[in-house]
């Protein structure tokens, strides 16, 4: 029997409601030139994000609000410290970034530090909603970025490498190239008929 992974920390963004005139989050009330605005942003992080109606965000933050507060809480943590880790990406001297991408996370960082955008953040519990729910939409446009960047900074704490920021993530990418090359090797020959299927060469010739 094949079983559901599941995930006790997801924020998935729900169908749209039969109801689409709800507005409303708790007393505020969702004003459609804010969910324009949040898209607009949204659609410059990551072009391929799903656009967020007004009714969506009201079932999500109803859906949080029923949550035990540990886990509605644990589940924004988690969205925001993703934040966190690009933060430091972005300071990281030995780290490189292109311009568009390096833009782009300073665009994320820049809306999760306003205090009154789409749902304002001194709104118990879902305040931080919308700062939660841009960045797992958007992630899918920073997640290779911040793997990688992840693995280099275990292999720079791990195996210390010398030199300039350049030549540490040298060091970094020819020493993963390596392990690469080696695993396509091991698993070229796995996939190669056994030896005693094929004929012999002769070790030595009998004269």
């Known amino acids: ?7 006790p920390l997801a924020l998935r963004l729900p169908p749209e409601s039969t109801d689409s005139r709800r507005r409303h989050v708790g007393d505020l009330a969702l004003e459609d030139s804010a969910v324009a605005r949040f898209n ?10 799903p656009r967020v109606s007004a009714d969506q965000l009201v079932t999500l933050a109803r859906w ?12 924004l943590a988690e969205r925001l410290r993703r934040v966190e880790h690009l933060r430091r990406m972005l300071n990281d001297s030995d780290w490189e970034l292109d311009a568009e991408l390096r833009e782009r996370s300073r665009m994320l960082i820049s809306y999760l530090q306003e205090v009154n955008d789409l749902i304002p953040d001194d709104l118990p519990l879902v305040g931080q909603l919308d700062d939660a729910l841009l960045v797992e939409l958007a992630w899918p ?31 970094w990418e020819n020493t993963r190239l390596a392990e690469l090359a080696l695993l396509q090797q091991r698993r070229d020959v796995r996939a190669r008929p056994y030896a005693a299927s094929q004929p012999l060469p002769p070790l030595f010739r009998v004269s």
């Open 40 to 49: 607009a942003l949204l659609a410059q992080l990551d072009p391929n994000a």
């Open 141 to 171: 446009a920073f997640r290779d970025q911040t793997l990688d960047y992840g693995d280099f900074c275990a292999f720079r704490r791990d195996e210390q490498p010398r030199g300039s920021g350049a030549e540490r993530r040298q060091a």
């Open 1 to 7: 029997m094949q079983s559901t992974f599941h995930d």
């Open 64 to 75: 949080l609000q029923d949550q035990p507060r540990e886990r509605a809480v644990a589940v």
